[in-house]
Every structure is written in C-alpha cells, then in structure tokens.
C-alpha cells in the first residue's frame, strides 16, 4: 500500500471519529428554557428541537448564538441558546407583546403591535388593552387580523400601542361608528376622538388622569392637539341626599357639573356663606359678583406648562394657592400667561386673537 494511499485512509479515518464525536456526543438531552410566561416550555422545546440538526448541540447553539425571531415560533420575538454542556442547553426567549385584545365568539382574541394574533383563549390579561366597536373577521392564530377596513386596524394598533407604552391601561378602548375613540377609566370617561394627535392626547392624559381619577365624570379631548387647547371634564355630582333653601352652582345643569382645564379641580359653588353675610334680609338666593374660575392651563415664566391654574381673588394661582409666576389678570378680566396666551377664567377657554 503507497504512502499516499495510506494516508487518506487515516485522513479518512480521523474525519470519521471526529463526525461521529460530533454527532453522537453533542447531543441535546437537557433543556433549561427561561423567559416565558404564557408559553410552556414543553411547546418551545417541541417547536424548537424537531429534527436530526437542531438535535446538536453544536449547531443549535450555533443557530441562534444571537437572540433572533425562530420561524417555527412566530408567539417568540427572540430566541437565544447556550451551551452548558456537550449534551445540555439553555434557551432565552423572549414573548411576543400583547398590545391588545378582542373578543370573537366568546373568546378573548389578543394580538400583537404587528396585529398578528397570538393567542385565542378565555384567559382574560388585565394589562392588555380591551378594545370593542370594530368588526373582525373570524380570526386565526399567528395570522393577521382581518378587520372591516384597513384603516380601523391602522387606528387600533396606533392607540393600543401608544396606552401600553404609557403604562395606562383603560378598562376599555371603544369606538362608535364614525372611528371616534372613548377610553373606560374607573370613574373617568374620555372622549379622544377621531385619530388625529394621539400622541400628544395620550402624553397629557397621562398627566390628567390622576387629578381626575377620584372624581366620576367625562374628559373632552376631542379637540386636543397638544397646543394650549382647552380640555373640558364634565364631573357627576353626586346625588343630592336633603334638599336645601339654596341651590348649589351647577343645579341647572341637572346632576352633572363643568369644569374646563387641564389639571382638573371642582367648579366653586354660586353664593356662600360671605356672600349671604354681605347682603340685608332678603328671601332670594344671594348673587355673586363674580363667576367663580375655572381650572386651565398656563404657561409659567420657565416656560412650563401649568395644568392647575385658577384665579382666587384676582390672582393666577395653583391648585395649592401658591401665585403662578409670569401669570395675571388683566383689566378685561382675563388671565395672561407668560406667553401671552389669553384665557377666560370663568370657562378656561382660550381667547383667540
């Protein structure tokens, strides 16, 4: 036998040994799976290690060295293995984000900010968005929603996504006929509107909401455009249990009250106890000189935007009566801020130039 044909034969020999050391030593037996909650382990192993090749070690590893998305598990965003042993592995994974929820047939159908859907089930997730009013097709998992129109879906995705990222989870995200959004707050209505300007709307609900959260009522953000709009909160009176000699303010609206602002208070009522001191035997109900201030925005003198302003006698103060700094009252009666923005203090509303 020739020298050259020898060594090929050990060449070939060694290649042998070292194939069979690979593919008979390096192979997963034992699977530690972390980073999942709604998936079990069992369903990721299974969907992950399903044939002779992602049954080594070597190569499994190899495959996802980097958390990447695996094709054969569209509910994982991220999939990362490593080694701990020639015959053991440890897989990171990371979920696909709920972003929101429906309801078909009974079920709660959640999706994902793509509007894939990723589970169907009756298991109901308080920190997912509930969205209703919108028409979809019969939904299939790991597939797209099928909506009635493009554009309802574009809408629902938009402001799901923008309440989960805030971190304010309504009770329900609802919409009418005409696409107007209203969010479920506890106590709190709010009205958004069409899709225009969620952004800036969500950003100072954020900001709204917890002055608001105590109180029962509505929240108009209709108009909002992240300018020094008005917001108006209509608050719920609460049942009036004895009737009295004089009607407090608001009573002519029935049982409900109005407030425009940006960080919300309460309307102060007419009359009072100075008012009825100030005035001589007289059997009609006392009137006050001056409307009581409502709540509204401003901006300070450092250019920040106040949402608790109000006049308490003749002067722009907080919530807390401490004088807000670049803000007056002018001769007309209405307040300038310190960037001469005009407002009617008895309504909050802004005065156009």
Sequence with gaps: MSRGIRAVLILAAVLGIAAAVL?????????????????????????????????????????????????????????????????????????????????????????????????????VYDQVPYVSGVNIEEPVLYQKLTLDNQASLRTVLSITQLLVKSGLIPDSVNFDANGNMTLVLGQVTVELGRDEYLEEKIANLVQLYPEVSSQKGTLNMEGFTGKNEAITFREEAPAVEEETDTESAGSAEGQTGSETLAGVGTDSSAGGEEGTQDEDDNQEPPVEEEAPSAVFMVFDSSGTLRYDARVVNGEVVDSYGNPIDGCYVNEAGNVKDAYWNEIDPRTGQLIQP
């Design 23 to 123: 593919l008979g030593g390096f192979r997963i037996h034992s699977i530690e799976i972390t980073g999942n909650e709604r998936n079990s382990s069992e369903k990721i192993r299974d969907d992950l290690i399903y044939d002779f090749l992602t049954e080594n070690t070597l190569y499994f590893c190899w495959k996802y060295r980097t958390s990447t998305p695996a094709e054969d598990t569209p509910y994982l965003s991220g999939v990362q293995a490593k080694m701990l042993s020639p015959t053991s592995v440890r897989i990171i994974v990371a979920e696909s984000t709920l972003i929101g929820q429906l309801e078909y047939n009974g079920n709660r159908v959640y999706f994902d900010s793509e509007g894939v859907v990723q589970e169907i089930s009756q298991k």
